[in-house]
């Protein structure tokens, strides 16, 4: 694929691309940075889904195309494409795309959680441990998700835009799938579609250890690959339900020091100056110096495994990490934790955890299955987020009543600000358009 650095760029931005394994950081922005590797992300973090597993398996071409574009713009000399070595129709495919370059490897990564964490793909393919606080872009690396780079091809190859993305639909339904949706539709409406076992259920959007629990008028963006059902009594949905206030008594009153909280945490296992056992800790042993106890929040990752795997009394550290960095963000207190000489610790492989396990731990092992691939109908209406992205919320550019084409431009970015444009994911007609709601809906 021939096209210039400046081509390259624009497409992107044009394109609406972000990131899609779940951070959202506008794709224009961050292929512009210098970096002399650039990381494809495969890692597929979240047990039970597979939608970055189907994508490489079946765009193996495409990702290589678009992995190519992004060391053109970030000038980097050497590309990797990082999953996990278990995926064995993934790897075969896209050894064949490569063929034999040597600008373009492979890293093969176990199977442990969270192995799609930007700082564990780096430690683990280059051996370089990103500085706290830090970025791969501090240590010269720019690391994508899989089905960014897809998007990125397919933009500047047609200049497509991004108004649809794949999504893992899965959990205590008859038929779990894998599907390409338009971006806006419903939960709910992808629910049904996989026939749900239960009448009452709960519903998890991402995955079962950094998503959320939303209802089913929860619209797909561009930053979910999945959509999990499971009973409202499943231990995964009352350990994310539980309220803020009813955790924080509890880690005042029943942390034991055990430890086990910190011999997981894959901060502290890079070196970082994480101990989650010690912050919690500080919550009711010193809280009247909160700032001097408890900025080690800022490390946090919040991937869950201290809450969600590690803690015996079911005690949830990240939670409190959160609302730590919260208060410390309303108070304009900064991360001050920037340090860059760290090691990592020296049982770090020995500690990691599985991934097989986690989900026995979880007790999601009856859902841990291939799903298979689905084409849907298309939605009559959609309802479209103006905020698939960090950054500020896009400004429509229609009114209601327009007629629109799929990939039509109807919000852009503001001026001066960090963002990305979203554009019609159906053709039809602007119903409504709720800016202070983040939304605009167009119905077929």
């Not at 650039?38 to 193996?60: H, K, Q, R, W």
């Not at 629990?213 to 963006?221: F, H, P, Q």
């Not at 100056?273 to 001097?292: C, G, I, N, T």
């Not at 920037?338 to 500690?351: A, S, V």
């Amino acid at each position: 694929m021939s096209a210039s650095k400046d081509t390259t760029v624009e497409r992107v931005l044009e394109a609406g691309i972000v990131g899609a394994g779940g951070g959202g950081f506008p794709s224009h922005v961050k292929i512009k940075g210098a970096a002399d590797t650039v990381i494809a992300n495969g890692a597929e973090c979240e047990p039970l889904l597979s939608t970055d597993l189907y994508i490489m398996e079946n765009f193996a071409a495409e990702i290589v195309e678009g992995l190519r574009l992004v060391m053109l713009t970030t000038g980097a000399s050497k590309g990797y494409i990082a999953l996990k070595k278990k995926y064995t129709t993934a790897v075969e495919n896209i050894n064949l795309e490569i063929g034999k370059t040597s600008d373009i490897c492979l890293s093969l990564m176990e199977n442990y959680y969270p192995a799609g964490d930007e700082l564990e793909i780096v430690a683990d393919t280059l051996g370089r441990i990103i500085p706290e606080g830090g970025i791969p872009l501090d240590v010269g690396v720019v690391v994508i998700n899989v089905n960014t780079l897809l998007n990125i091809a397919r933009a500047v190859k047609s200049s497509q835009a991004v108004t649809k993305r794949w999504v893992t639909v899965l959990g205590e339904v008859e038929e779990p799938y894998i599907a390409e949706v338009p971006l806006g539709i419903s939960a709910g409406e992808l629910i049904d579609a996989a026939k749900p076992r239960i009448s009452s259920y709960a519903i998890l959007a991402g995955g079962p250890m950094m998503g959320s629990i939303v209802g089913k008028d929860y619209r797909i963006s561009k930053l979910c690959g999945g959509i999990i059902v499971l009973p409202e009594d499943h231990a995964v949905i009352i350990k994310h339900g539980s309220s803020r206030a009813s955790k924080k008594r509890r880690a005042k009153s029943t942390c034991d020091q055990c430890f086990d909280c910190t011999i997981v945490c894959p901060r502290f296992l890079l070196g970082h100056d994480l101990e989650p056992h010690r912050v919690m800790r500080s919550l009711f042993v010193a809280p009247e110096h909160p700032k001097e106890h408890l900025t080690n929040s800022f490390l946090c990752s919040e991937c869950g495994l201290c809450n969600m795997f590690a803690c015996p009394l079911d005690l949830s550290p990240r939670d409190m990490f959160r609302e730590i960095k919260e208060a410390f963000f309303r108070e304009g207190v900064k991360n001050p934790h920037t340090n860059t000489n760290l090691e990592m610790h020296p049982e770090r492989d020995f500690r990691r955890v599985n991934a097989d396990r986690l989900v026995l731990r979880l007790d999601l092992k009856k859902y841990d299955i291939r799903p298979e691939v689905k084409t849907l109908s298309g939605p009559q209406e959609v309802s479209i987020p103006l905020c698939q992205h960090i950054g500020a919320p896009a400004v429509p550019l229609v009114k209601k009543g327009d007629k629109v084409k799929e990939g039509t431009l109807i919000a852009d970015i503001p001026a001066d600000s960090l963002g990305a444009r979203v554009h019609a994911s159906i053709s039809g007609i602007v119903s409504d358009i709720d800016a202070n709601g983040g939304e605009i809906k167009i119905k077929a």
